[in-house]
């Protein structure tokens, strides 16, 4: 199996540089400090944002950042209606049931291509849109509006050492929270079960895979 997301292998060997000591009271939650992270280096690279697009993981962790770090409420847009339960200290609504038309930075966590055309229309003029979702297909948009809008895209990687410090001191000052993120657990030998509850279940936001059974 190759080690693509991490949790897929059962003994990790790299430089001492790239893993960060964590508390133990954070237990498996520790695993999402490097989604936690690329988060922060989605919100660190700008203004922080007045709405977030999509209450997935990503999304769910923008806002929670957003708070942490002194910003006011974003709104969160979420099409399906299973994943608009879960939000602390912020609201998540339908896009269609939002009247608003004048967002200055709107963060898209939901990874549609094809969204940018329908986002347009909410900015502010000169208002920005960041990508920071992972897109499959090519993003295209209309010109006309955007260039009435003044739009700036922004596109967020991965995090940064600097982002990963940040989030940790944010989790170990009280100021962020993990909890409710992992949705689901599974033994290791039942990986391949696991991984199809994870990328088809909308229920699902983050699988833990166990292997203490394989020790």
Request: with cysteine; hydrophobic share 50%; aromatic share 6%.
């Amino acid at each position: 199996m190759r080690g693509l997301f991490g949790g897929a292998s059962a003994l990790l060997v790299t430089p001492a540089a790239r893993v960060a000591r964590l508390d133990a009271a954070h237990a498996e939650r520790g695993a999402l400090l490097a989604l936690a992270a690329t988060a922060h280096h989605a919100l660190a690279g700008g203004s922080l944002p007045d709405l977030v697009v999509g209450h997935g993981t990503l999304g769910r962790l923008l806002a929670r950042i957003t708070l942490a770090l002194g910003g006011p409420a974003p709104t969160v847009w979420e099409i399906d209606a299973t994943r608009r339960s879960g939000a602390e200290g912020y609201e998540v609504i339908a896009p269609e049931d939002d009247p608003r038309r004048d967002y200055r930075v709107i963060l898209d966590a939901s990874g549609a291509a094809g969204l940018l055309d329908s986002l347009v229309p909410r900015l502010a003029k000169g208002g920005e849109v960041v990508l920071c979702g992972f897109y499959t297909q090519p993003i295209s948009f209309a010109f006309p509006p955007a260039f009435m809008k003044e739009l700036r895209l922004r596109i967020a990687a991965e995090w940064q050492p600097a982002d990963l410090e940040a989030t940790r001191r944010l989790l170990d000052e009280g100021r962020l929270s993990l909890d409710g993120l992992i949705t689901h657990r599974a033994d290791a030998a039942d990986a391949a079960a696991a991984y199809t509850t994870a990328f088809t279940d909308t229920a699902c936001l983050k699988m833990i895979l166990d292997w203490s059974a394989t020790a």
